[in-house]
Structure formats: structure tokens, C-alpha cells
């Protein structure tokens, strides 16, 4: 079992940044690929950013690519999501996901959810 907290959201201008930090309870974090979704108003809940177990290897939605950076840190059971050049698109409740096998961007391949984070872009 693998319980996931979010932190790190809140309230940005347009053009700047934030570092998303996800906190993971459970001895087989490490084991995992770990990824980060996004779910606006009346969105769906979509893909935005993936890791592999070892951090070697990285899954990015091409809406972030070039602006979003994944890691993580398995000696604290952590992973981040740091966020520049925010756009108001990206305005969403954040979610930390785990228990993929492979840093996919398939939902269904994550077991344990977050409760997410929110982030506001303003314009």
C-alpha cells in the first residue's frame, strides 16, 4: 500500500513558476513509476508527466514539454514536478499518482492516487 500527499500548489502569474512535491508512505516507493495528472473545471483528467522507478527514464505531455521537469528523490520517498513559464492553461488540481510499472501515461495503469494540489495561473 502506498499513500500519496501533494504539496506545493498555489497561486502564480502567468510566466512564473512552481515546484509540486509528492510525498509517498510505503516501503515500495522505489519499486514504482510515479506520475503527475491534471484535471481542470470540467476537463477530464489528463496526462501530464511521468517517471520511471529509477529516474533514468521520463514521459512528458507535449503541452509541458520544455517547460515541466519530473524527478524524484527515492532516498525521501519524494517526487517533484517543477513548473516554469506557467500558463493560465495550466490552471488544474494536480495529482500524484503511483504503482505503474513503466512511466506511462495511461490512468489505468496507476494503482494509488493523491488527493492533489491546486494550481492557479492568472492572466
Known amino acids: 500500500q502506498v499513500q500519496l500527499v501533494e504539496s506545493g500548489g498555489g497561486l502564480v502569474q502567468a510566466g512564473g513558476s512552481l515546484r509540486l512535491s509528492c510525498a509517498a508512505s510505503?516501503?515500495?516507493?522505489?519499486?514504482?513509476?510515479m506520475g503527475w495528472f491534471r484535471q481542470a473545471p470540467g476537463k477530464e483528467r489528463e496526462f501530464v508527466a511521468a517517471?520511471?522507478?529509477?529516474?533514468?527514464?521520463?514521459n512528458y505531455a507535449d503541452s509541458v514539454k520544455g517547460r515541466f521537469t519530473i524527478s524524484r528523490d527515492n532516498a525521501k520517498n519524494t517526487v517533484y514536478l517543477q513548473m516554469n513559464s506557467l500558463k493560465p492553461e495550466d490552471a488544474a488540481v494536480y495529482y500524484c499518482?503511483?504503482?505503474?510499472?513503466?512511466?506511462?501515461?495511461?490512468?489505468?495503469?496507476?494503482?494509488?492516487w493523491g488527493q492533489g494540489t491546486q494550481v492557479t495561473v492568472s492572466s
Open positions: 499518482a503511483a504503482g505503474a510499472l513503466i512511466p506511462t501515461m495511461r490512468f489505468a495503469s496507476y494503482d494509488y
Open positions: 517517471i520511471s522507478w529509477s529516474g533514468s527514464s521520463t
Open positions: 510505503g516501503r515500495t516507493f522505489s519499486s514504482y513509476a
